[in-house]
């Protein structure tokens, strides 16, 4: 029998990209199991995100909505995601659009039963210049710092057997919690692929990450993260 499937997606003002998410992970997840949902994270969009997601429900049975009263940020959607999650198997990436959730079945194959969590690296990151060289070095201190196991912390495009989630708890609630999530796994044994996946450039939306104040915040809490894990 395939496994049950949770897709969600956190959602900050992504109105022009979400609601093609939905429906080409509704497509996905009918090739790779018969029981599965969608689901959706709501951060506070102001940009009507919610009120097309409303109206997506009213035609998508698999479809569930987590409704944010405040932005909560990118780690608090994600832990709702976790939370809202009750099938076997639990993928998520981003509601931009930067990943195709179609090569979802890459990940998928290499779910074998000696693995727990499949990563996804991008083939070419798509992005303006700043940002890969920025991004190329945050990678590779924090993999550097933290013994990670993979190869790409910040390509959010995961698979993840549920059980994971049982074994610790997350609390971060900004883009740390990746780092986070990964590292406690690793301490506490899970084990993990690898699968390469494309990356696009931004169509609808701008980063919320990309500036020099969540950068240095980012950085505080790395440090603090550092200390509760590799201690």
């Given at each position: 029998?395939?496994?049950?499937?949770?897709?969600?997606?956190?959602?900050?003002?992504?109105?022009?990209?979400?609601?093609?998410?939905?429906?080409?992970?509704?497509?996905?997840?009918?090739?790779?199991?018969?029981?599965?949902?969608?689901?959706?994270?709501?951060?506070?969009?102001?940009?009507?995100?919610?009120?097309?997601?409303?109206?997506?429900?009213?035609?998508?049975?698999?479809?569930?909505?987590?409704?944010?009263?405040?932005?909560?940020?990118?780690g608090?959607?994600?832990?709702?995601?976790?939370n809202?999650?009750?099938?076997?198997?639990?993928?998520?990436?981003?509601?931009?659009?930067?990943?195709?959730?179609?090569?979802?079945?890459?990940?998928?194959?290499?779910l074998?039963?000696?693995?727990?969590?499949?990563?996804?690296?991008?083939?070419k990151?798509?992005?303006?210049?700043?940002?890969?060289?920025?991004?190329?070095?945050?990678?590779?201190?924090?993999?550097?710092?933290?013994?990670?196991?993979?190869?790409?912390?910040?390509?959010?495009?995961?698979?993840i057997?549920?059980?994971?989630?049982?074994?610790?708890?997350l609390?971060?609630?900004?883009?740390?919690?990746?780092?986070?999530?990964?590292?406690?796994?690793?301490?506490?044994?899970?084990?993990?692929?690898?699968?390469p996946?494309?990356?696009?450039?931004?169509?609808?939306?701008?980063?919320?990450?990309?500036?020099?104040k969540?950068?240095?915040?980012?950085?505080?809490?790395?440090?603090?993260?550092?200390?509760?894990?590799?201690?």
């Amino acid at each position: 029998m395939r496994p049950s499937l949770s897709i969600f997606f956190p959602c900050y003002n992504d109105k022009g990209t979400i609601a093609t998410l939905v429906l080409d992970a509704k497509r996905t997840a009918e090739k790779l199991t018969d029981d599965f949902e969608i689901i959706v994270i709501d951060d506070g969009s102001t940009d009507g995100s919610r009120e097309l997601l409303r109206s997506l429900q009213d035609e998508l049975p698999e479809l569930k909505l987590v409704l944010h009263d405040k932005n909560r940020g990118y780690g608090g959607a994600l832990q709702s995601g976790f939370n809202a999650a009750s099938k076997e198997l639990v993928f998520y990436t981003d509601g931009d659009a930067q990943y195709d959730v179609t090569e979802l079945p890459r990940l998928w194959e290499k779910l074998t039963p000696n693995v727990d969590i499949v990563n996804g690296y991008k083939i070419k990151r798509r992005d303006p210049l700043h940002r890969i060289v920025v991004g190329s070095m945050y990678q590779w201190v924090i993999r550097v710092a933290f013994l990670l196991p993979i190869r790409d912390i910040d390509c959010d495009f995961r698979l993840i057997r549920r059980k994971v989630f049982g074994s610790f708890e997350l609390h971060s609630n900004t883009g740390t919690i990746t780092v986070e999530l990964i590292k406690k796994a690793q301490k506490a044994g899970f084990r993990f692929a690898e699968a390469p996946v494309s990356h696009r450039f931004r169509m609808y939306g701008t980063s919320q990450f990309f500036n020099f104040k969540r950068v240095t915040a980012t950085l505080w809490r790395l440090s603090g993260l550092w200390f509760e894990v590799m201690l």
